[in-house]
């Protein structure tokens, strides 16, 4: 709609300005008759936009102000410089033009010159005699005399013909600051570089110097506030005085300091802190605390006395040293050392209690030892007391976990061996004698020269020990180096009779024998004797025939036994043999050597070879060996030769193969330096000239392993002497003499285990009958791939499951993930291609599908739950783009279809939404067609949530209020208008704005 308007009355109150008449206020008055293009006059309320101008055309806006006006039959009237939100600062020492808007519409014109009223220059310099009183006080035909009061100096310049009026020394009250201009409320006070100084001195005794009275609620009666958020008040919180602060989601903690910004005491949320900036306890306190003394018997209270720490606790005071006044020698605290003199310690009980249930089991003296103690442990399930020594390389002999020291001082040596009797630098003490239970049980792991239990000198004499191993690995019940003396008697029943000696083995093993005295009985020709009776001899199934030693049940079943069931080889060897020994049940040759001189070279049993006859293969009757074993019954567990070594020793074998000056060709059954086990060992290369068969009966291969049930069909292991050294591959297949080269096992120390090709130029693959994976020489990884693999993972299938599916990725753990992508990069982390008719995308829940993405962009969903933003918006092209700002108000621009403009007029109909993003809220959804006609850059939210540019200078804006277009280009304003709000409003404000210019949330609703 187009404007035209008639002035026919304007007054400008240019002389208000000058200093002369300073009370006058500083306003215009502007009227005239509003009418529309056609020649109506206006009536209603609208929207009057007034702009000041340094130029008739052109030039600078310097000042504006959009009033909300009635008019009626056209007549308004306009007040600049009113509003207090566009004060009329203006010094009116240069010309000024005056231009004016209506409803937002195009600025009217010509601009108005503004010029002063016809007596304003009488004003502008007035002469002696035209003013004949000032506030009642006539002249006279005389001059009116200017008198400073109190604080004040006034400064006459004929030059430049003014007078200077100014205070030297401040003075009023601040209700006189509080009441200029007339009473209400939001004064302000504007402080100056030089700060507001409040002198109290000159005030009687016992009257504040300043009073600032709240209410009796929360609200605070002082607040300090800066940058418009930060705030800390002080207040009365229902008779409490407290000192707050009001700054949500921060942990800036507040603050004393000294003039010199040190020696602050802190309040954050972590703590208080004396002298700590930043406190880490909930009361930290950098450097002394003094204390003082205090009368006050409070539980928890800590004094100084002037000589000592004291504690109020249990209705007395506790000193809290052990040198101070009253001390009592308890506790003393030396370094980290804290120990007790006098008094004993109880762990678990009191050190004189009776724990013991069943008072008449506690034994006197058990007791005497308990309450004696200077330390008591009681336990109820597991050790008393455990001593643990950790040793470390730097470590001496004499070293124990538990010691005990029996002081020297006075020389009791006791008077028994009962409890009560001897004296000793450790006593065990069992109450309960039941099976395996003992007053002291000494433990050692079974090294050699070692033993469970110690008696000596304290210089390293033993007297004995009990359960004591040697060198040679020999167990002992009681050792000693030396004689052993005894009062009473040593017993060993086992095996005693009356009349019996004991005597001893080779090796020392005593049991005890009849007594030797006369022998008689009879036997046979060429026959061994034995023992028949303790006292008689008779034939032994040894006897000697032709030189020759021979062991049989009898000498006719020696000469009448046929050989073997057609085993002439067998009978032979038997027969020429020159010890024949037959048994029937266990070992038929038991040889036993006691190695005492400690020589090598020795065997339990020796078969030496002096014959040069190589033999002829390897059977039995054509081989030829030092030793020869033949088990004629093939069962499970029997062998030829059986050889075996005490398990114990290292670097030995059941079986040993070498030359006779000792060049090792290999050993069955050998255990190492390391306590390793070797089925077969040889220290050199072992050479196989057949197949060789691990766990079945045949091969047709070089070497086949099969494991049993839970087996482990194959151990290779690089590392066998576990150093953690950079180990070698455990497994090297090669042809075309090394050239190409695969290797599988561990490489250059590494814990993961590795599958290589060794080859410049080729890749590694694991081939099934109907597919197989490819590792390229790139380390890229193809599953069904023919030909080169193109990307890091490549996975085709062209023989499909069930399915279908190409992978398929699960996660059984409940906060697992089922597949993760990451890439750093300008590229995307993941893509999906459909090129048949299926969906793209889909997601199922324990439901069914909750999310699906057809071929065509089509998605479904259940729910759709946006976190990124607020609003519904839609991307715009909007003219005059480089304006344009988040927050600002838009409309329908009818000159370009499909296209935005940013708002300039009060209640306009074609308004369109807010630009998003203001205030960091992001719109939430965006939609758009791209490189359509309806695409844009700019996202307009058309619904939810978003900050708007907003001028309150029509009047405050509340939550709830209705928002409208205004006169200001991009802001909204309050809607007061109800007939010309239909169409134009934009939504409800959210947030507050009581003056000026600002942002307003708003829920966005078109209506």
């Known amino acids: ?79 600049l410089g009113s509003s207090p939100a566009a004060p009329l600062n203006l010094a009116f020492d240069v010309p000024y033009w005056l231009g004016l808007s209506v409803d937002g519409e195009d600025e009217l014109e010509p601009r108005l010159t503004l010029a002063a009223a016809p007596y304003a220059f009488t004003a502008a310099s007035l002469e002696p005699d035209v003013v004949s009183s000032v506030d009642g006080v006539a002249n006279d035909e005389g001059d009116i005399d200017l008198i400073a009061g109190e604080n004040i100096t006034i400064t006459p310049d004929d030059v430049s013909n003014t007078i200077t009026i100014a205070t030297t020394g401040g003075g009023g009250t601040l209700d006189d600051a509080y009441d200029f201009g007339g009473p209400g409320a939001g004064r302000t006070i504007t402080v100056d570089a030089g700060g507001v100084v409040l002198d109290a001195t000159g005030i009687g005794a016992g009257n504040p110097g300043l009073v600032i009275e709240g209410n009796n609620t929360y609200e605070p009666a002082l607040r300090l506030a800066w940058e418009g958020v930060t705030s800390y008040s002080l207040h009365n919180n229902n008779g409490d005085f407290m000192i707050s602060k009001h ?48 009368a006050n018997a409070n539980e928890g ?90 040793e470390t390389d730097a470590a001496m002999d004499g070293r124990a976990g538990v010691f005990g020291l029996r002081s020297p001082g006075t020389d009791n040596p006791g008077f028994g061996y009962g409890f009560g009797m001897a004296n000793a630098g450790a006593i065990g003490f069992n109450m309960e004698p039941g099976q395996h239970t003992f007053g002291v049980a000494g433990h050692t792991v079974s090294n050699s020269v070692s033993g469970g239990v110690l008696g000596s000198e304290s210089d390293g004499s033993p007297w004995g020990a009990l359960g004591y191993r040697d060198e040679i690995l020999r167990p002992w019940g009681v050792y000693t180096p030396d004689n052993i003396y005894t009062g009473g008697s040593i017993v060993m029943p086992t095996g005693a009779g009356e009349g019996y000696v004991l005597t001893s083995d080779a090796d020392g093993t005593g049991t005890w024998q009849p007594s030797t005295g006369w022998i008689s009985g009879s036997g046979t020709t060429n026959y061994i004797p034995k023992f028949t009776n303790p006292n008689a001899v008779g034939s032994s199934i040894m006897y000697e025939e032709f030189g020759t030693v021979k062991i049989a049940a009898s ?126 060992y040889t220290p050199d290369d072992a050479h196989v000239g057949g197949n060789v068969a691990i ?105 499909q499951a069930s399915d279908g599916w190409a992978g398929r990725f699960e996660n059984g753990h409940p906060n697992g993930v089922g597949l993760i992508t990451e890439v750093e990069s300008t590229n995307l982390a993941l893509l999906a291609s459909q090129n048949g008719s299926g969906d793209i995308f889909r997601c199922d829940g324990p439901t069914g599908t909750v999310f699906r993405v057809e071929n065509d962009g089509w998605t479904v969903c259940s729910v759709l739950e946006i976190t990124g933003g607020s609003d519904l918006a839609e991307p715009f092209q909007v003219s005059g783009s480089e304006e344009i700002e988040p927050g600002m108000v ?110 307003v949330l708003v829920l966005v609703s078109l209506q």
Request: proline share 2%; with cysteine.
């Open 1 to 79: 709609m187009k404007f035209a308007i008639v002035f026919f009355a304007l007054l400008v109150m240019v002389a208000a300005f000058e200093p002369s008449v300073g009370s006058m206020p500083r306003m215009i008055s502007y009227q005239g008759v509003l009418k529309d293009a056609e020649g109506n006059v206006l009536t209603g309320t609208h929207t009057l936009t007034l702009r000041i101008y340094d130029a008739e055309i052109g030039g600078s806006e310097v000042w504006s102000d959009a009033m909300e006006l009635e008019i009626s039959n056209g007549l308004f009237t306009a007040i």
């Open 247 to 294: 700054l949500a989601g921060t942990n800036t903690p507040f603050r004393i300091l000294s003039d010199a910004g040190t020696g602050q005491l802190t309040v954050a949320s972590t703590g208080v802190g004396v002298g700590a900036a930043e406190p880490i306890e909930r009361l930290q306190v950098v450097g002394a605390i003094n204390l003082g003394t205090t």
């Open 301 to 390: 209270t800590i004094r100084w006395t002037g000589s000592d720490f004291e504690g109020y606790a249990g209705g007395a005071w506790q000193t809290l040293t052990a040198s101070g006044a009253g001390a009592d020698d308890d506790w003393v605290i030396a370094g980290d050392d804290i120990y007790h003199i006098d008094g004993s310690v109880g762990i678990g009980a009191l050190p004189m209690a009776r724990s013991r249930a069943r008072e008449e089991d506690v034994s006197p003296l058990a007791e005497l030892g308990r309450g004696d103690s200077k330390l008591y442990v009681l336990s109820n399930n597991s050790w008393g007391v455990v001593g643990e020594l950790s």
């Open 555 to 680: 000498k006719a079943d020696r000469e009448t036994e046929s050989a073997p069931k057609g085993d002439n080889d067998h009978e032979r060897d038997r027969l020429l043999s020159k010890l024949d020994i037959r048994g029937n049940d266990g070992w038929s040759i038991y040889a036993r050597v006691a190695d005492t001189d400690g020589s090598d070279g020795e065997a339990a049993v020796y078969g030496y070879r002096s014959d040069s006859n190589a033999g002829t293969g390897y059977a039995v009757g054509q081989i030829n060996t030092a030793v020869k074993g033949y088990s004629y019954y093939g069962d499970r567990y029997t062998f030829g030769v059986a050889g075996y070594t005490w398990g114990d020793s290292t670097r030995c074998g059941g079986v040993l193969g070498a030359s006779y000056e000792g060049s090792t060709w290999g050993a069955l059954g050998y255990k190492d330096e390391n306590s390793k086990w070797w089925g077969v």
């Open 695 to 799: 766990g079945t009966t045949s091969s047709s291969s070089k070497l086949a392993v099969s494991g049993g049930n839970g087996s482990v069909d194959l151990l290779i292991e690089a590392d066998a002497d576990n150093n953690g050294e950079e180990d070698q591959p455990s497994l090297t297949m090669s042809q075309d003499g090394g050239y190409v080269e695969g290797q599988l096992g561990f490489f250059d120390g590494d814990d993961e285990f590795t599958l290589a090709n060794r080859s410049l130029y080729g890749g590694l693959r694991l081939e099934t009958f109907g597919g197989g994976m490819t590792v390229d020489i790139q380390g890229n990884v193809g599953i069904g791939v023919e030909g080169d693999v193109g990307h890091r993972l490549h996975v085709v299938t062209w023989r």
């Open 890 to 999: 838009v409309c329908i621009d009818a000159s370009q279809p499909g296209q935005l403009r940013l708002s300039d007029r009060p209640y306009d109909r074609t308004v369109a939404g807010i630009v998003s993003g203001a205030n960091d809220l992001s719109p939430g959804l965006v939609m758009a067609q791209v490189g359509g006609k309806v695409d844009g850059t700019h996202p307009v939210a058309l619904t939810g949530r978003a900050y708007c540019l907003a001028d309150a200078g029509s009047g405050s804006i509340e939550p709830g209020d209705l928002l409208t277009t205004s006169g200001v280009d991009g802001h909204a304003m309050k809607a007061t208008d109800a007939e010309r709000s239909q169409g134009a409003i934009i939504g409800k404000a959210m947030t507050s704005l009581e003056r000026g210019r600002g942002l």
